[in-house]
Structure formats: C-alpha cells, structure tokens
C-alpha cells in the first residue's frame, strides 16, 4: 500500500503538455486514427473526463501535436544565406514528417500554435532578409512546402524498406504480372533498368526534385531583381 502510494505521489503531474507529448507518442506508435481521449487519459493515469482540466477538446490535442511537430523543424533565421537556410529547413521537415507521417493528415484540421506561427515568421524573415519581395516570398513558401510535404506523404504511403528501395514491392508486382512487358510495357521498362537497379531508392528523388525548384526559386528571385 506504501509503495502504491509512493509512485502516485511520484508520478508526472498531468498538464497540457504532457498530455501532448504522450498523444504524440501514441500516434507514433499507432498512427493518429489510434488516438483517443479514452485511451490518452489511461496512458496519463487518470479519468477520461479528468483529462479535460488540462485541455478543451480533441482538436486542442490535435493542435498541441501538430505545433510540437513543427517545433522539430530546423528554422531559419533572418540573415542566414536563403537557398542553403531553405534546403537545411525542407531536409529537416522531411526526416521529421518520416518520425510522424500522421502529422500531414492533420494539418489543415488544426489551428496554428506559437511553434509554427514562429517557424513560419521566421522563414519570410529569411527570405526577406535575402532580398525577396513579400510575394516572392510567398511563392518560394508554397512550392517548397507542397513538393516536402508531397514527397513525405509519398515516403509514408509507398512500400519502402527502410533503407527506402522500393525494389521488394515491384518484384511482386511483376511476378503477379505475367504478361507485365506487354499489357504495362513502359512500367515494366522502368522497374527493370530503374528501379530494380542496385543502389535505386525512391528517397534519392528527392535531393533531385528539391534542386530544381532552388534552382526555379533563385531564378525568379534574381528576375525580380
């Protein structure tokens, strides 16, 4: 009984945060339609009802885990050289969305928290900084944010391994495939000289797609110029 004792008035107090962290932690595990104030609240320790002391529904959880996300990123900062600051940020976001794929599902459910409003701000502050007008600003924003996020929503779908070869899952493929060559003669094209190759991985894509919107993004910059 003394020892029950002992570890409940040892045990983490239950706050918002923490509450936050152990939600980001199950949907880690389990993915995000795992999650549930029933079962959040049994992994803090106490009641479902309880749990709402701490926060004001579902969606502030949500909210909560997605700004812990974006509290991740690498941020640049106003002064540091754009296009290196923009390729550290878009690779950072990316090994970040790979730990929480969940993340992207829910991002245009939530409202934006002080992490993100800040990595945001700081981002144009970047930008402007180098030089790029307001809508310039916007634009890079846009194009790298959707080909990132894409490109991560791609990683988390597709049949990788973990090294990223997807050469596994296009065997099956062609072996379900008898007549592969002939009904889907380039798909059986590309799976035999691209991506059964040794060395192929679907992740290496996108260092090359990255490269060319910089390369499409300081053009502009330096048009406008």
């Not at 949907?27 to 999650?35: F, N, P, Q, W, Y």
């Not at 950072?92 to 969305?97: A, D, E, K």
């Not at 990223?164 to 899952?169: E, L, T, V």
Request: hydrophobic share 45%.
């Amino acid at each position: 009984m003394a020892q029950a004792k002992a570890k409940r008035d040892t045990r983490e107090p239950v706050t918002r945060e923490r509450a936050i962290r152990v939600a980001v932690a199950l949907a880690d595990d389990g993915g995000i339609d795992s999650l549930s104030m029933r079962k959040l609240a049994g992994e803090l320790g106490i009641e479902a009802m309880s749990l709402y002391y701490h926060v004001t529904s579902k969606d502030d959880i949500l909210d909560g885990m997605l700004d812990m996300v974006y509290s991740e990123f690498v941020t640049p900062r106003a002064g540091d050289e754009w296009r290196p600051a923009m390729r550290e940020r878009a690779e950072s976001t990316r090994t970040v969305l790979a730990r929480h794929p969940w993340a992207i599902s829910i991002k245009a459910r939530t409202s934006p928290g002080p992490a993100t409003l800040g990595h945001l701000d700081s981002v144009i502050g970047c930008l402007r900084a180098a030089g790029f007008s307001m809508p310039m600003a916007g634009h890079a924003m846009s194009l790298l944010d959707s080909y990132v996020q894409g490109f991560a929503m791609q990683e988390a779908t597709l049949p990788l391994d973990a090294s990223g070869d997807i050469g596994a899952a296009t065997e099956d493929i062609m072996a379900q495939q008898e007549q592969m060559a002939e009904a889907f003669p380039n798909l059986a094209e590309m799976a035999v000289t691209l991506i059964l190759q040794p060395g192929y991985a679907y992740g290496n894509e996108f260092e090359f797609g990255l490269e060319l919107i910089l390369d499409g993004v300081e053009k502009a910059h330096l048009a406008e110029g």
